[in-house]
């Protein structure tokens, strides 16, 4: 499974996002970026998950055939 490979590589990108965002989150610090980063990180997960569904359908189907 190819898709699968892909989409942890790219999680990690959002791993980088949430650990920038608990810097953040700690006492004094920026809540607005703290907010940035999690909606960024949001989208980013929200994107790669619709690539990994639309490779996983195309390697399944490849499978059938």
Known sequence: MECRAVYMQRFEEINLLATMAE????????????????RSGLVLLC???????????????EELN
Do not use: D, P, Q
């Open 47 to 61: 994107g790669y998950f619709e690539g990994f569904l639309r490779e996983m359908c195309k390697e399944f189907v």
């Open 23 to 38: 810097k953040n989150s700690e006492l004094g610090g920026n809540i607005m970026a703290m907010n940035a980063l999690t």
